[in-house]
């Protein structure tokens, strides 16, 4: 208790009850922070590591934009602490910083490449989901999280295996409305090498917010003759291999921008395909859904294949048709959800609006198309 002394009795008897009043919610307020207390199971001796604290899902799943960021010492004693938080809920992911740039690098399609770890020792498999991060945080609490560090590629890379069922629509005149096909769901994630199914990309070149990677894909068949009467005599359009670039960029607020050219590698429609595409990650739960947008430029080769008809092959009800280059667009949504065990579930959705140039075409009598993709996977 602190010493008072006053020529006036009375006037010390106040000043001495002030001081004693402050003092003691001084330490009441430090009884009752509410803070954060981070241990590392393995934390490396000559790296720096960064803390990073969400409390929204939205951000989290992007793993941008946290509310408090914090470079932590290697290997601290005592544990590094988070002080005067507000109360809420919060997940938090703590990276090795290796290269020192004071941000967590990411390879082409935005999976970190550092070391990181998550609250309550989750793991994701795949976009991470931030219910199965989060933890409250009550007025006046100091919590321990516990966390470890580890790559998400490990030492050989992510493969994953499952089912999965294609569906689209047909916009020729006679053929089937809906078409389903089954196709095998596998998945191979490195630092460099991705494989999602019929598509490929390497990454070449990483300039932090913006990626360069090679890219491939797997082009189904447009029709087969036997598919309409009014295709018949026009030959089988076969499945192709498309090789070209891409590049990635992230945008403010989460948006991802992509910018792409793929050719056909195997000669077989001559063409190739340009795409611009934007697309944003929003999160509920488990439920990760992605809507999305693009522009496809489809060059005068690859239309004619699809859409044209040639001089040779004009019959009566079937003139010959040449549209040119063309550029159609589409809006989606892609669903990821993280189920427990390593299995997750992939599902895309589209509709493809076709312009003028093929609608007048005299083998397709429909504006829309509509595809969709849905996969059962599991991660070794």
């Known amino acids: 208790m602190p010493h008072c002394t006053s020529p006036n009795k009375w006037t010390s008897g106040i000043y001495c009850w002030t001081v004693i009043l402050f003092a003691n919610m001084f330490w009441a307020s430090l009884s009752s922070a509410t803070e954060l207390e981070i241990r590392i199971d393995n934390a490396p001796t000559n790296r720096v590591l960064i ?39 919060y997940a938090l992911v703590i990276y090795q910083d290796d290269n020192g740039n004071g941000r967590l690098d990411k390879n082409f399609i935005g999976i970190p490449r550092e070391p990181l770890g998550f609250s309550n020792r989750y793991w994701p498999q795949g976009r991470p989901t931030y219910t199965h991060a989060a933890f409250r945080l009550e007025e006046g609490e100091v919590k321990a999280i516990d966390l470890h560090l580890q790559s998400v590629f490990g030492e050989f890379g992510l493969l994953g295996v499952g089912v999965g069922v294609i569906v689209g629509s047909s916009p020729y005149r006679g053929s089937k409305e809906v078409t ?5 769901a596998i998945s191979y994630i490195g630092d460099r090498v991705q494989i999602l199914g019929p598509t490929a990309q390497c990454g070449i070149m990483n300039w932090g917010d913006i990626r360069l990677a090679a890219t491939t894909s797997y ?85 004619q294949t699809e859409y044209g008809v040639s001089e040779d092959q004009a019959i009566e009800g079937r003139p010959a048709y040449q549209p040119g280059d063309v550029v159609d667009f589409d809006v989606g949504v892609g669903f990821f959800v993280e189920l427990h065990n390593s299995w997750r579930i992939i599902a895309n959705g589209s509709v493809t609006f076709l312009p003028e140039a093929l609608t007048q075409s005299p083998i397709v009598d429909q504006s829309l198309m509509f595809g969709g993709f849905l996969a059962l996977n599991w991660i070794f």
């Open 219 to 303: 082009h189904f068949g447009a029709y087969d003759e036997d598919d309409s009467i009014y295709l018949q005599g026009l030959g089988n359009r076969d499945d192709t291999m498309m090789g070209g670039l891409a590049i990635q960029a992230d945008l403010p607020d989460g948006i991802a921008l992509s910018v792409g050219y793929e050719h056909d590698l195997l000669n077989r429609n001559c063409g190739g395909l340009g795409r611009i595409g934007m697309q944003r990650a929003f999160q509920r739960g488990i439920l990760t859904a992605s809507p999305k947008i693009g522009l496809n430029w489809l060059t005068s080769e690859l239309a």
């Open 180 to 184: 389903v096909q089954p196709i095998p």
């Open 51 to 89: 803390a990073m604290l969400f409390d929204s899902a939205n951000t989290f799943v992007d793993l941008r934009d946290p509310v408090r960021i914090i470079a932590l010492a290697p290997e601290a004693s005592p544990p590094e602490r988070i002080l005067d938080l507000p109360s809420g809920e």
